[in-house]
């Protein structure tokens, strides 16, 4: 048995945490292995965790499989803390692992926000502090805040080369800071910031230095106004998250070096600036930074001293250039995601974001450039030279938040494997802080409609474990005194009083889920139910009638005309009202987790009276509203009991998809339900054909064009300057892929996949699927091949575990179980091989197990 992955609040070996009883989590690996008792321990050194003394703190053995969300009771923590903590798994110790706290009372009490004169305005400052460390140090680090963004230098060296760091937040909440470990010396130091407007879009910052010396003895220098600490303009004459940066090589200057001398005449005393509102935190997410760097496609000279750049895929973040060029020449990079005409780069929908970037060079042999307080949404970028400019050399990097990706899905069919792959990109391209509607124009929103269906892939391509929960809170501190919290979190745009189509308990449940992450919950409770009594509001006769987007963006044949963006076959008030009523079964089942009875049994009262209103108002002789695609999707969801009308509502959606020729006319919010409830009813063969249809509209059609991410309209041109080509709103088919194709149901996976269950759609138009995801009790792998009239169904669970799987709707193993042969089928692989679904791929002809170590067991499948 293997111990591994051990994690502080969601993080590995974190320097800064701020909670006064952190959660622990791990994993365990080995076949057949269940975790029957745990004991942490929690010591002030490595020689004491590996002796198990438990200094701090020692839980003592307890039983029971939990693996994450075990929170800390012993000892008061302090502040500034090295901390070293084991667990022990059924009497086997785990290696130790590290956390440090930074504050747990007022953060950096004597410090001051300090800033620069408006005489800078426009361009980066340089903040410097010349320190000089009076004998050998132990440790140091460095807290701040920087905003909008700053980054970290200490004796001329990155600190760490990371971007945007906490930079964004409900400000007049939470305000985040950094944590760096500088390498400070005995002698003379200099700690440097470098700070641009960010999202924030202004520049300030508040910090504190702490310095351990080998002694043991600590020194802290806060910022103050004053000569302690000076700032001048960097070489970034400006910095835009949209506009781009301008940086001009020739004013660069050895500011970041302990041995530059810092003059009066270049530097000024830092002045004291106002603070924000919100109260200081350690920020609880990984920075944004580059997770993948390539060669472009190509990089094609057009005459005149221009370059087209083609990243071969539409990605978030810059081009990285190195160049041979006189003093003054300047090299600007235009960002795009489409070219047309004579291979010019197309920019309309970018709207007002400048995004470029403008370089000029110092004159050395050769220099190498990167924008660092920007970013851009592109595939491709016009290099334009002025001036006597030689190309060395071109990259396209990929930025993101440095979330680590979780899931992976292959299968035999080249289209619908690309398919995920745009997903996963659309997915990657928008996170930086929070969930980005898009990363290429004037925009970059949270915005809360779009999440009600793009949540449901990004668990599944990336570990939010800490990116999720944290955005929850970020909605529950956008809330004002009435309730409401707006359409984007932060709010910065679209009605302050959010559309009821929002995902508010949604992602919590989800966090909950997948992560076991009950805090979330407990949290944010009273939030969803102010929320829930907002919507009460609107309420007449029983159902809710605030409803402002709908189904939103469908494709313009099923739109209401003008600008394409509403739904002509679904109203916004059919929307809101459902959506309401999911929001209240959602808030019930919080209610039931957290233990909350009297408050479940309300809300399952209005819900269900609300369903009887909806009833009466949508539900005419069987048929839901008008029985549109949407209509029928959303009913499913929300009356799951009726079986019957249900299986007629699958029924018609799916009769109406083959009336269209295997086209959808859902918004972003109606084809993700379309896509589960289909699945469920037995219909995946025909969401494969409407995937992999090449005509438009559709995703298939999307690939013929060249998308390399999923699209926010479903045309390629509509003629406005709404049309975001990297938008994961209709990128929720690839939930699909793995929950249903793949057979990851990860809905039924209880308390956070202690249980798996595992049901595959063997559609007839796939000879093989392959899938993982990486969960917090370790990964999970499936895998479905057609041999002959045989499909051969591998898994692999990680340890801790027990699983069911199901064919065709039939259990082949319960509650770790085979239902025929008593073989426990837990912690590791096993095959069952299954006879060839007949035609309505309902049924399971005949069935085997057979163990990996070859064993077989036969048996006929119970029908």
């Known amino acids: 048995m293997e111990i591994y992955d051990l994690r502080t609040e969601g993080r590995q070996e974190p320097l800064g945490i701020d909670a006064a009883h952190p959660a622990f989590s791990w994993k365990i690996r080995g076949e057949n292995v269940f975790q029957q008792t745990y004991r942490i321990r929690v010591d002030y050194s490595e020689e004491a965790a590996l002796s198990k003394t438990g200094e701090a703190w020692d839980s003592g053995t307890i039983v029971s499989d939990a693996t994450s969300g075990v929170c ?30 930074s504050y747990l009372g007022e953060p950096m009490p004597c410090a001051r926000w300090i800033g620069m004169p408006l005489s800078y305005a ?100 806060p910022t103050v106004a004053g000569r302690l600490w000076n700032v001048t303009g960097g070489a970034v004459t400006e910095n835009s998250i949209y506009g781009g940066e301008v940086y001009d ?103 007002t974001a400048k995004s470029r970037d403008v370089y000029i060079a110092a004159g050395k042999e050769e220099e190498t450039y990167a924008p660092c307080f920007t970013y851009h949404g592109f595939r491709y970028a016009e290099i334009v030279t002025e001036g006597n400019v030689e190309i060395l050399g071109v990259t396209a990097q990929q930025m993101r938040t440095a979330v680590t990706p979780a899931g992976e899905f292959a299968c035999s069919d080249e289209c619908l494997s690309r398919l995920h792959e745009m997903a996963f990109l659309t997915e990657a391209n928008n996170l930086h802080g929070v969930f980005t509607d898009c990363p290429q124009r004037d925009e970059r929103l949270g915005w809360l409609n779009d999440l009600s269906s793009r949540v449901f892939e990004s668990v599944c391509n990336f570990d939010l474990s800490v990116f999720l929960p944290n955005f929850v809170d970020m909605i529950s501190d956008s809330q004002d005194d009435t309730g409401a919290f707006g359409d984007t979190v932060p ?71 003008g600008d394409g963006t509403h739904s002509a076959m679904v109203t916004p008030k059919f929307m809101g009202a459902a959506y309401y009523l999911w929001n209240l079964s959602l808030t019930q089942k919080i209610a039931e987790i957290l233990g909350k009875n009297e408050d479940a049994e309300r809300w399952g009262a209005l819900f269900a009276e609300g369903k009887r209103a909806f009833f009466e108002k949508y539900v005419k002789d069987g048929v839901i509203g008008g029985g549109s695609q949407t209509e029928c999707a959303v009913a499913m969801t929300i009356f799951p009991e009726e079986s019957e009308l249900c299986k007629e509502w699958a029924k018609r959606a799916a009769e109406d998809l083959r009336a269209r020729g295997y086209h959808t006319t859902c918004g972003n919010q109606g084809y993700r339900h379309l896509f589960y409830r289909l699945a469920e009813a037995g219909y995946a063969e025909e969401l494969c054909r409407l995937l992999l249809n090449k005509e438009y509209p559709g995703w298939g059609y999307m690939l013929e064009q060249g998308a390399t991410t999923v699209w926010e309209r479903w045309e390629s041109d509509v ?37 798996i269950v595992v049901e595959p759609c063997f559609v007839k138009c796939l000879q093989s699927v392959s899938a993982s995801l990486e969960t917090v009790r370790g990964k999970i792998s499936v895998r479905w091949e057609r041999t002959g009239k045989t499909i051969v169904l591998s898994v692999d669970t990680p340890a801790n575990t027990r699983l069911v799987v199901r064919a065709a709707g039939k259990e082949l193993c319960m509650n770790g179980r ?44 119970y029908r």
């Not at 009771?73 to 086997?92: C, D, F, I, S």
């Not at 907002?534 to 189904?551: M, Q, R």
């Not at 007949?838 to 170590?853: F, I, L, P, S, W």
């Open 491 to 561: 709010f910065t745009v679209g009605s302050d009083t959010a559309d009821a189509v929002d995902a508010f308990q949604l992602l919590a449940l989800v966090a909950y889920g997948f992560y076991g992450d009950r805090r979330v919950l407990e949290k944010n409770y009273e939030s969803f139910c102010r929320w829930n009594e907002k919507l009460a509001g609107f309420v007449k006769g029983g159902v809710c009638e605030w409803g402002i987007y709908g189904d939103w963006c469908p494709a313009f044949a099923y739109s209401n005309g």
């Open 72 to 101: 800390y009771e012993g000892t008061p923590l302090k502040e500034h803390g090295q901390y070293v903590w084991t667990v022990e798994v059924n009497g086997a110790l785990s290696s130790p692992a590290r956390f440090e706290v």
């Open 249 to 351: 090589a020739r004013r660069e200057r050895d500011w970041f070096s302990p041995d530059y001398a810092v003059s009066t005449s270049e530097f000024v005393a830092a002045y004291c600036t106002d603070a924000p509102e919100g109260k200081l935190c350690s920020n609880p997410l990984p920075p944004v930074a580059v997770s993948e760097s390539f060669a472009p496609l190509y990089v094609r000279g057009m005459g005149g001293g221009r370059y087209l750049a083609d990243a071969g895929k539409n990605i978030s973040g810059r081009l990285k250039i190195t160049v041979r060029a006189e003093r003054g020449a300047k090299i600007t990079l235009r960002y795009a995601e489409i070219i047309s005409g004579e291979s010019r780069v197309n920019r309309a929908n970018l709207r």
């Open 719 to 755: 003629g406005t300057d709404m049309h975001s080509f990297d938008h994961p709103m209709f990128a929720a088919y690839d939930g699909f892929l793995f929950n249903y194709l793949a057979g990851i149901r990860t809905k039924e996976c209880e308390n956070a996949f202690q249980k």
């Open 122 to 221: 426009g361009g980066t400052d340089v903040v410097r502090l010349d320190f000089s460390a009076r004998k050998p140090v132990r440790r140091a680090r460095f807290y701040v805040a920087a905003l909008g963004t700053g980054r970290c230098y200490c004796n001329g060296k990155l600190a760490e080369d990371s971007y945007f760091n906490g930079s964004v937040s409900v400000y007049r909440k939470k305000v985040y800071y950094s944590v760096y470990a500088p390498e400070i010396r005995e002698g003379r130091n200099a700690l440097c910031m470098e700070i641009g407007y960010g999202f924030y879009g202004a520049k300030k910052m508040k910090g504190e230095l702490f310095v351990e010396y080998a002694d043991g003895s600590c020194e802290t220098v």
């Open 818 to 861: 085979s239902v025929r042969d008593g073989i426990e089928l837990t912690n590791g692989k096993f095959i069952i091989e299954i006879g060839e679904c007949d035609e309505t791929n309902q049924k399971v002809v005949g069935a085997c197990d057979r163990t990996a170590d070859g064993g077989v067991y036969d048996g006929r499948l």
